[in-house]
């Protein structure tokens, strides 16, 4: 009788013990556990990005298709590891990093027709190049854009510059983020100048609040700085951007070697629509401190460098209206 006294105040004993430490969870607090652990959370953070994805497509083809973004379903939306920064849309005579991209492949609908949207997870979305060629191209036979009959209005018509030495002029239309009048300044490759009319009627664009929107979605986490500037009298707000880029090793196993880049976006508001200046700048070494002059740099690169930028500067300060806003 007393052995089992003893072995009943063990037993208890033992049960507290093991309820302490979590062992004697009921099946009902194990549930409310399961509840509250990661795969909930999880889910619920996948489903924010790919929905964030998605309504970033969804407002890039309304956009394009000149249609309302509620006309427009979604036939599926699926993760993807993407091979380089073509995101599995290489075009001829561009340049991407070539390092893994997380994203996603979407598949929309409108009118019977599919658009595939390719992103990564960060902010971009891009249209099947030849679905957007094509898409562009209907539009515009169905509505002319004002800014066609406008004798093709463009950034030449307002503003008076000079052309630096070493940097070739080309005119261009065809923008990355709409069919927007623009020309460009190229000093090799990966240094160029582009100055771009935004806000006509039959842009996409029409406020400067809705550029930077998509700035804010494309360079997300990267170093920016934002300043006030003066182009021919005139307050335009400058935008700094300043990004790394590959440094790694990438699928094949072959080393990436590191990009460092430069972009500054100044906007300079009109009385109708706005002009957005873009000097984007792919050094190889991290760039030197902006603030020095090329008599200053530490090095023939570094020189290098401010005298691209200093070319930059110069050009804007070249820029005279041909006919100034009241």
């Not at 509505?143 to 009959?149: D, F, G, V, Y």
């Not at 902006?290 to 200053?296: A, D, Q, T």
């Not at 090095?299 to 110069?314: G, H, K, N, P, Y």
Request: charged fraction near 25%; include cysteine; charge should be negative.
């Amino acid at each position: 009788m007393k052995n089992h006294s003893v072995l009943s105040i063990l037993v208890v004993a033992i049960s507290i013990v093991l309820l302490q430490a979590g062992y004697g969870v009921t099946k009902e607090s194990s549930a409310i556990q399961a509840e509250k652990t990661a795969p909930m959370s999880k889910l619920v953070a996948t489903g924010s990005k790919e929905e964030r994805m998605t309504e970033l497509a969804k407002d890039d083809l309304a956009a394009l298709l000149g249609v309302k973004k509620s006309d427009i379903s979604i036939e599926s939306v699926t993760e993807e590891i993407w091979t380089s920064g073509a995101l599995g849309f290489p075009e001829k005579g561009k340049f991407y990093t070539q390092a893994l991209v997380n994203g996603y492949r979407i598949i929309l609908i409108h009118k019977g027709k599919r658009y595939e949207y390719h992103t990564n997870s960060e902010g971009y979305v891009k249209l099947d190049p030849k679905a957007r060629s094509a898409s562009l191209k209907l539009s515009q036979s169905l509505s002319a854009p004002i800014i066609e009959s406008k004798a093709d209005i463009s950034p030449d018509d307002i503003i008076d510059y000079v052309v630096m030495d070493n940097w070739e002029y080309s005119k261009a239309r065809e923008r990355w983020l709409g069919p927007d009048p623009t020309f460009k300044l190229a000093r090799r490759i990966y240094i160029s100048i582009r100055v771009t009319l935004y806000g006509l009627e039959g842009s996409r664009i029409n406020t400067p609040e809705e550029f930077e929107e998509p700035l804010d979605q494309m360079f997300m986490g990267d170093q920016k700085t934002i300043e006030t500037v003066m182009i021919d009298g005139a307050k335009a707000k400058s935008i700094r951007i300043y990004s790394e880029r590959g440094d790694h090793i990438d699928y094949h196993g072959g080393y990436v070697p590191p990009d460092y880049i430069l972009d500054e976006f100044v906007i300079l508001p009109l009385e109708e629509g706005f002009l957005v200046f873009n000097f984007t700048a792919h050094w190889h070494v991290p760039l030197p401190d902006l603030s020095l002059s090329p008599e200053e740099a530490d090095s023939d690169t570094d020189r290098a460098f401010l005298i691209v930028l200093q070319e930059w500067q110069s050009f804007l300060k070249s820029c005279r209206f041909k006919e100034r806003n009241n």
